[in-house]
């Protein structure tokens, strides 16, 4: 009875005010069965609903006093407004921004995905405030420290117990257990229209108790991980974000220090824009160093940052670790497992361009299916990328780091079997390849030696030859250890 009081005094304010069901359903975005259900009482009503019809038929809250109490939370609905500020100097992303529009009229859960310092914060918060309209319930927010600097995730019943009581429960109408404030608060969200904005998730797990159950709820989600549980489990589409384009890098860097510098030195604007891997996080810390300094030429910072090691420290700044390219790298290689994080470090000795799985085994010293595995696990948060056929490759600024943690995390020792490793590998590979421009496995294409030679030395001239293209590789890889130990193999040719 008190259902059927509720719908048949909005029903008859509806009618007073001209509106047939579907009119008032585009007025309060609320779906006309659902509101039909409500009119005839088979459906309750919700506080929020009732404010919006009240808000909408002028009825000055004579329908919120209509609701029954049981059905009230303690303290009120509180719409939630927890969106953080849009990023300013956003720009590009028009593509994926798109995508993220498409994908969500059919998706309950929208990934955004992509490497560290890629922009999925930022991107899924532009697209956030300009579709906030289309939420009349509010924006529920979270950081649930995935990849962070504490190394401590957030639990997901701890985020539903903030986001309950930010709904209006009052704490001591909080179930215990992740299951049943799940369950709450899909029933809170039932009918309504809200977004809910995840940033930085590490697993499925974290994420799958925060999915609304209301056909007009959004869940949009951040992580460097593919989070491939909730595309398979859950229907979550996937949107990845890649490095910018140089124009869209440029427009960024000239949003950032004004256009008049970058019109003003345009091929160093486009060499800074190159030696950032036009990874958005390294260009904002680009143009911060250019702002600080409004005499510096483009020209200069782009020679600072072509000494190439020293790209890591330059953008970097002094009072904020999470705006620092390293520091952001550093959080997705802590969460790795070890033998993951090692076969990460001694790819990094690696400068040539795309490996193959087989000279990645040989650089690790495992076997194949295992070599797969682990390249896998790197792709799958975004330290690597598959360009196909078996064929990986880092982010130029992801290579540096991995060479740095080498540096650090492998004794030299270490090292120098690694590069050991994939030398004789490089050459049993040589003697195994047609000498062809397009055939698969070639030196060239594993470490950058142009070898063309195949079968086994027949002389003491091809021998010399061979390690002398073999110690070009070390050369380029900085291991001096092994070069020597090249030297003393050409002694013993």
Same mark, same amino acid.
């Given at each position: 009875?008190e259902?059927?009081?509720?719908?048949?005094?909005?029903?008859?304010?509806?009618?007073?005010?001209?509106?047939s069901?579907?009119?008032? #359903?585009?007025?309060?975005?609320?779906s006309?069965?659902?509101?039909?259900?409500?009119?005839?009482?088979?459906?309750?009503p919700?506080?929020?609903?009732?404010?919006?019809?009240d808000?909408v038929?002028?009825a000055?809250?004579?329908l919120?006093?209509?609701?029954?109490?049981?059905?009230?939370?303690?303290?009120?609905f509180?719409?939630?407004?927890?969106?953080?500020?849009?990023?300013?100097?956003?720009?590009?992303?028009?593509a994926?921004l798109?995508?993220?529009d498409?994908?969500?009229?059919g998706h309950q859960?929208?990934?955004?995905?992509?490497?560290?310092g890629?922009?999925?914060?930022?991107?899924?918060?532009h697209?956030?405030?300009r579709?906030?309209?289309?939420?009349? /319930?509010g924006?529920?927010?979270?950081?649930?420290?995935?990849?962070?600097p504490?190394?401590?995730?957030?639990?997901? %019943?701890?985020?539903?117990?903030?986001?309950?009581r930010?709904?209006?429960?009052?704490?001591?109408?909080i179930p215990?257990?992740?299951e !049943?404030?799940?369950?709450l608060l899909?029933?809170?969200? +039932?009918?309504?229209?809200?977004l809910?904005?995840?940033?930085?998730?590490?697993?499925? *797990?974290?994420?799958?108790p925060?999915?609304p159950?209301?056909?007009?709820?959004?869940l949009v989600?951040?992580?460097?991980?593919?989070?491939s549980?909730?595309?398979?489990?859950?229907?979550?589409a996937r949107?990845?974000?890649?490095p910018l !384009?140089?124009?869209?890098?440029?427009?960024?860097? @000239?949003?950032?220090i @004004?256009?008049?510098?970058? %019109?003003?030195e !345009?091929e160093?604007?486009?060499?800074? %824009? &190159?030696?950032?891997?036009?990874?958005?996080?390294?260009l904002?810390?680009?143009a $911060?160093r250019?702002?600080?300094?409004p005499?510096?030429?483009?020209?200069?910072?782009?020679?600072e940052?072509?000494?190439?090691?020293?790209v890591l420290d330059?953008l970097?700044?002094?009072?904020? $670790?999470?705006?620092?390219?390293r520091s952001?790298? #550093?959080?997705?290689?802590?969460a790795?497992?070890?033998?993951a994080a &090692?076969?990460?470090?001694l790819?990094?000795l690696?400068?040539?361009?795309?490996?193959?799985?087989?000279a990645?085994?040989?650089?690790?010293?495992? *076997?194949?299916?295992?070599?797969? &595995?682990?390249?896998?696990?790197l792709?799958?948060v975004?330290?690597? $990328?598959?360009?196909?056929?078996?064929?990986?490759?880092?982010?130029?600024?992801?290579?540096l780091?991995a060479? /740095?943690?080498? $540096?650090?995390d492998?004794?030299? =020792?270490?090292?120098?079997?690694?590069?050991?490793?994939?030398?004789?590998?490089?050459?049993?590979?040589?003697?195994?390849?047609p000498a062809?421009? /397009?055939?698969p496995g070639?030196?060239?294409?594993e470490?950058?030696?142009?070898?063309?030679?195949?079968g086994d030395p +027949? +002389?003491?001239?091809?021998?010399?030859?061979r390690? =002398?293209?073999?110690l070009?590789?070390?050369r380029?890889?900085?291991?001096?250890?092994?070069?020597?130990?090249?030297?003393?193999?050409s @002694?013993?040719?």
């Amino acid at each position: 009875m008190e259902n059927a009081s509720f719908g048949t005094a909005l029903r008859n304010l509806r009618r007073e005010r001209g509106l047939s069901l579907a009119s008032l #359903s585009a007025l309060t975005h609320y779906s006309k069965g659902y509101l039909s259900r409500i009119e005839t009482g088979e459906r309750p009503p919700t506080p929020l609903v009732a404010r919006r019809c009240d808000e909408v038929l002028r009825a000055e809250g004579a329908l919120a006093g209509l609701v029954p109490a049981r059905h009230r939370q303690p303290g009120g609905f509180l719409r939630p407004a927890q969106l953080p500020a849009a990023p300013r100097a956003f720009a590009g992303r028009s593509a994926a921004l798109a995508e993220i529009d498409d994908t969500q009229q059919g998706h309950q859960v929208v990934i955004v995905s992509g490497p560290a310092g890629v922009g999925k914060t930022a991107t899924a918060l532009h697209w956030s405030h300009r579709a906030a309209h289309r939420f009349p /319930d509010g924006c529920l927010f979270v950081d649930l420290r995935g990849f962070d600097p504490t190394g401590v995730p957030a639990e997901p %019943a701890d985020v539903l117990a903030r986001f309950l009581r930010d709904l209006g429960c009052s704490p001591a109408s909080i179930p215990a257990g992740l299951e !049943p404030r799940s369950v709450l608060l899909r029933t809170l969200l +039932d009918g309504r229209r809200t977004l809910i904005v995840v940033d930085n998730a590490a697993t499925s *797990g974290q994420v799958r108790p925060l999915i609304p159950g209301s056909a007009g709820c959004r869940l949009v989600v951040t992580s460097r991980s593919r989070l491939s549980g909730l595309v398979v489990r859950d229907g979550a589409a996937r949107v990845v974000l890649a490095p910018l !384009p140089e124009h869209e890098a440029l427009d960024q860097l @000239g949003r950032a220090i @004004g256009g008049r510098r970058v %019109a003003e030195e !345009p091929e160093a604007a486009a060499e800074i %824009a &190159r030696r950032c891997g036009y990874l958005p996080l390294a260009l904002r810390i680009a143009a $911060e160093r250019a702002q600080a300094r409004p005499s510096l030429r483009l020209t200069t910072l782009a020679a600072e940052l072509a000494a190439t090691r020293g790209v890591l420290d330059l953008l970097a700044t002094t009072e904020d $670790e999470a705006t620092t390219v390293r520091s952001v790298l #550093s959080w997705s290689y802590r969460a790795l497992a070890p033998d993951a994080a &090692r076969m990460f470090r001694l790819l990094g000795l690696h400068h040539g361009g795309d490996l193959g799985v087989p000279a990645a085994a040989a650089l690790a010293g495992t *076997g194949h299916r295992q070599a797969r &595995r682990l390249l896998d696990a790197l792709a799958a948060v975004h330290l690597l $990328e598959e360009t196909g056929g078996g064929r990986y490759r880092f982010h130029d600024l992801v290579r540096l780091y991995a060479a /740095d943690c080498a $540096e650090a995390d492998e004794s030299p =020792e270490d090292r120098s079997a690694a590069v050991h490793r994939l030398l004789m590998w490089c050459l049993d590979a040589a003697g195994r390849q047609p000498a062809r421009d /397009d055939a698969p496995g070639r030196l060239d294409t594993e470490g950058g030696n142009p070898a063309t030679a195949h079968g086994d030395p +027949d +002389d003491l001239d091809e021998a010399l030859e061979r390690c =002398e293209q073999a110690l070009a590789i070390l050369r380029r890889a900085g291991d001096r250890a092994s070069g020597c130990a090249c030297l003393n193999d050409s @002694g013993d040719v």
